[in-house]
């Protein structure tokens, strides 16, 4: 998975960079969100700064010569998980019941929840030393924190879905963000578990093959 890790990393990078950019200044007149009150805006900010941290470490996780490197990698997803997932998926649940839109309150509460139940089960899977699991879970994990990503590139595909129906409305973009989130982290949890499903597939069927193999090696000659 390298070649893959490194190219979810590069665009992790950027989107990092494009989301958290507006909120370097910590000015609230710069806020692409609309919030009312200081407190609003300090929530805001620290979800979005946290979840930039889980949006670039998360692809770190996968690399092999990170793996390989047991202490780097049980570093690097400490403080993912708890520099990253943790505040942000906190900080989530406020910003996602402030919005006043129903389908953002409850798909982004739920993204959030999941993100801390995956986010546990993954830490729990690595004490035990189910590496497999950890794995795993640690896909779904950041399958949700790649929801920043996906969430703004539905959006417009679900602008672009108006065409055939009479055209493009610019004006409806706003109303399209709550359904593109609630989209997103579906999607992505259905891709990260197509693809270790994919990956377990195999191992489930090696001892199937080992045995045809062993049968085959030992019938006798025609």
Do not use: C
Request: a positive charge.
């Amino acid at each position: 998975m390298r070649k893959p890790a490194v190219w979810l990393l590069v665009v992790a990078i950027v989107f990092a960079l494009v989301l958290a950019y507006p909120y370097l200044s910590l000015d609230i007149g710069e806020s692409r969100l609309d919030v009312r009150d200081g407190l609003h805006y300090a929530v805001l900010v620290a979800h979005i700064f946290t979840a930039a941290v889980a949006l670039v470490l998360g692809p770190l996780q996968f690399l092999p010569k990170i793996r390989a490197r047991r202490r780097v990698h049980r570093a690097l997803g400490r403080v993912y998980l708890f520099a990253g997932v943790l505040p942000s998926a906190l900080a989530t649940i406020p910003v996602a019941v402030w919005s006043g839109r129903p389908v953002t309150q409850v798909g982004l509460t739920t993204a959030a929840v999941l993100w801390l139940v995956t986010g546990g089960l993954a830490y729990r899977a690595a004490r035990r030393r189910d590496f497999a699991a950890h794995r795993a879970w640690m896909m779904r994990n950041y399958a949700l924190t790649f929801l920043a990503v996906t969430s703004r590139v539905l959006v417009p595909l679900l602008l672009l879905v108006q065409v055939p129906f009479g055209g493009v409305d610019p004006g409806s973009a706003p109303s399209l963000i709550p359904i593109g989130q609630t989209l997103g982290w579906v999607v992505n949890l259905i891709f990260a578990e197509f693809l270790i499903r994919r990956r377990q597939r195999p191992a489930t069927r090696s001892p199937r093959r080992t045995k045809r193999l062993a049968a085959r090696r030992d019938a006798p000659a025609a």
